[in-house]
């Protein structure tokens, strides 16, 4: 069956550092992935989507890797700072067979000043 | 501004009494879906809607029902709500697939 990990439920870091979050899937051959940011109590906000043929993609101080021989996604946030504390939760689809996004369970950063 | 909006924010219900939570887009989107997401779990993906074709998943429950009468509606039904399916319930939309947009979510509680 198809199965998305992300590295870890919690992840500690002070201000300033890199944080670094993990996602490995199997059993998927996605056309995408893309992460997301979700606060408690509120609906996941879309960051940033990676296509297959794409290695790396950047947002401001964002960045994400796709390996697909790994099967796996890296999501870089550089120069964490308080307000980036928040569960970070990595999503696929399939590969021109159509189906939606299925989520991982993600990984609760919190970045300590 | 474009958005997805999800009424009611808090819905309290009775074991067994049917309840509906509805969701609204003004982004023109052709897909909606409907997650169910409970404390500290991943969104778990209980169907969706690609133009009016409806995709449910495998392991919904029979208990769970959705409508989307249009393009900028969808409601999701629970028929007999046990409690077990107290959750956080997320609608979202997205264009072919991609990115989704999510709304504030609905918060059930089944007394």
């Known amino acids: 069956s198809q199965k998305i990990e992300q590295n870890s439920e919690a992840l500690n870091i002070q201000e300033g550092k890199t944080a670094t979050l993990t996602c490995n899937y199997t059993?998927?051959?996605?056309?995408?992935l893309q992460w997301y940011r979700q606060d408690p109590g509120r609906g996941p906000v879309f960051l940033l989507l990676?296509?297959?043929?794409?290695k790396e993609k950047r947002k401001e101080r964002l960045k994400v890797t796709f390996d697909t021989t790994l099967k796996q996604s890296l999501f870089h946030i550089t120069a964490s700072q308080p307000a980036d504390s928040a569960t970070y939760l990595c999503?696929?689809?399939?590969?021109?067979?159509?189906?939606?996004?299925?989520f991982g369970k993600g990984t609760t950063l919190s970045v300590s000043s | 501004d474009a958005m997805v909006i999800q009424n009611p924010r808090y819905q309290v219900t009775q074991f067994g009494k049917p309840v509906t939570l509805s969701c609204s887009q003004t982004?023109?989107?052709?897909?909606m879906y409907w997650y169910q997401q409970k404390s500290s779990q991943a969104p778990k993906l209980l169907f969706h809607y690609y133009d009016k074709d409806f995709n449910n998943e495998a392991d919904t429950p029979d208990n769970f029902q959705s409508r989307r009468p249009n393009t900028s509606f969808c409601f999701l039904d629970i028929r007999s709500p046990g409690l077990g399916d107290a959750a956080m319930y997320l609608c979202?939309?997205?264009?072919?697939?991609?990115?989704?947009?999510f709304g504030p979510g609905t918060r059930l509680t089944v007394t």
């Open positions: 059993n998927y051959s996605p056309a995408y």
């Open positions: 982004l023109n989107h052709n897909v």
């Open positions: 999503a696929l689809d399939m590969n021109q067979a159509g189906t939606a996004l299925i």
């Open positions: 990676i296509r297959e043929n794409e």
């Open positions: 979202a939309t997205s264009r072919d697939y991609r990115e989704g947009n």
